[in-house]
């Protein structure tokens, strides 16, 4: 996997028990990660009058806000608006985005015209097989109905949930292929999810980072693990262990 540079970096949710960002910095640190995903756990996106401070804070820590979500849009042009200007003020060039069904397309339009002001795309969360954007089918019809500004943060967890291949959804939104949250899921009989380290459950990771390789992605790549929300690094560390591994196979 030559040459092949994966800007990795760690979803602010997976600290969502520590909510002192200078405590998620020294965890980011003991990771031997740079870059973050921040989440409204860290972030009160309505309060701007503490954006400066935020971003600084991580700043001058060496931390790359990359990407900030999974943030909700529902055609809320003032509210919508902070967000891109916290992420604007950060440097972050995604934002990983949901809408309200009750509101498109003029959800879309108004997150659109926001994003070609602010040069800032959304990337659409797919949440799993009850949420309406989880599967390939409704992001393709989607993704014919917006501009290039909306594209695809694809979970592959949650693609897993939605019996989803997230290789076949890697290629198939190539294109539109904005970020990347890597998550493994485990099944019981019910179906229901455990979070697991990645390349452990369901996910076939050596397979994905190959395809993210062949079709030249550079976007966020953040993990995600959702376990063990009072002591997340041990596992943190695994993943970003197998993660190299699987690059340098």
């Not at 640190?29 to 860290?42: D, F």
Request: a negative charge; charged letters at 30%.
């Amino acid at each position: 996997m030559d040459e092949f540079k994966l800007k990795l970096g760690v979803q602010s949710y997976c600290f969502r028990n520590f909510k002192d960002n200078k405590k998620v910095i020294e965890l980011l640190k003991e990771c031997k990660l740079s870059r973050i995903e921040l989440c409204g756990v860290h972030v009160d996106f309505s309060d701007v009058n503490r954006f400066e401070k935020i971003v600084s804070l991580y700043k001058e820590n060496g931390i790359d806000i990359f990407s900030i979500g999974v943030c909700g849009f529902g055609n809320n042009e003032n509210e919508e608006r902070k967000l891109f200007e916290f992420a604007k003020l950060a440097g972050a060039k995604v934002i990983s985005a949901t809408f309200d069904i009750n509101t498109v397309p003029a959800s879309y339009r108004t997150a659109e015209k926001l994003a070609d002001e602010y040069d800032i795309n959304l990337a659409i969360h797919n949440h799993g097989g009850k949420h309406w954007l989880g599967s390939a089918a409704m992001l393709n019809y989607v993704f014919k109905n917006t501009t290039e500004r909306i594209g695809l943060c694809l979970d592959t967890a949650w693609a897993l949930d939605s019996g989803e291949d997230p290789l076949e959804m890697a290629e198939k939104f190539r294109d539109r292929l904005y970020s990347i949250h890597l998550k493994d899921f485990v099944f019981d009989k019910a179906r229901k999810p455990e979070d697991v380290i990645i390349g452990e459950g369901n996910l076939k990771l050596k397979e994905l980072l190959t395809k993210l390789r062949e079709n030249k992605f550079d976007g966020p790549a953040i993990i995600e693990y959702e376990g063990d929300a009072n002591n997340p690094l041990s596992a943190i560390k695994e993943c970003i262990k197998s993660i190299s591994g699987a690059v340098e196979e």
